[in-house]
């Protein structure tokens, strides 16, 4: 993987944490094409567009390291942890692995709905029968 | 209540699983969840692939890659995380493993718990800050 281009390396780069990236870093959306700062507002670093919330296959979590799978992963639903926060669970269209990253303040807020609501759209059973409970 | 299914010429049909579940690598037809201790027959309605209890949706950190591979040494307990919803309106289980935070996803069996599914589906609607910003843009 080569180090010489600073886009790649943004988004590439495999150290977490707002320390290992300049905080003019930018990466371009697979999807939509935004070009994204990869500093956060809130200091955090960025990995998946806040306007259409795709990421990029960078990261291997089943065996560690950089991945050189490299493609387009979609977000596919929405995590709530204990304390509050909500997660981005993203799949990768090529390899289906699955990974899970935290929202940002700026991220689309009708996407993170969609996919919150979304199961309650077509649900395998009848809900009538919860109104008794 | 019926599903929307899409005609699609190139389904690919379930992988045949053929996966030791007994004790001592025996082949089992049942296998005991490490949450809630239930003894769970294999044989489940409307999947070939069972891998979670259906009383506390608890699953065990066995597979890698593949469903079925036993290749993984983790061992750990896999509790549900979240609801997904593939294209055909399929409900899937996001499971994580909480010894190496491994994410999986499987298919909801027909004789899952359905509150505790419905719980993991309304959670993010049970927390009203997201969403009222989201309907103040519209």
Known sequence: MSTDNPKNRSTKSSANGAGACLRTDTFTC?????????????????????????SQHCLDHVEGGPSDCGARMTPISIAVLRTGGWMVIHRCTRCDELTSNPVCGDDNQLILMRMAVRPLAQPPFPLEAF??? | MPRRRPR?????????????????????????CVGCRLDVPLTAPGTAHRNHCPHCLTSLHVDQRIPGDRASGCRGRMTALSLSV??????????????????????????????????MAVRPLSDTFIPVRALLTL
């Open chain 1, 30 to 54: 697979l999807r939509c094409g935004l070009t994204v700062a990869t500093l956060a507002p809130d200091g955090s670093r960025r990995n998946h567009c806040p306007s259409c919330l795709h």
């Open chain 1, 131 to 133: 109104g008794d409970l």
């Open chain 2, 8 to 32: 699609r010429s190139t389904h690919r049909p379930q992988r045949r699983k053929d996966v030791l579940h007994g004790p001592g690598g025996a082949h089992g037809d049942a296998f005991r």
């Open chain 2, 86 to 119: 593939r294209q055909d309106g399929e409900w899937l289980i996001i499971h994580e493993c909480l010894t190496c935070g491994e994410l999986s996803a499987n298919r909801i069996a027909g004789d899952d718990n359905a509150l505790a599914l419905l719980r």
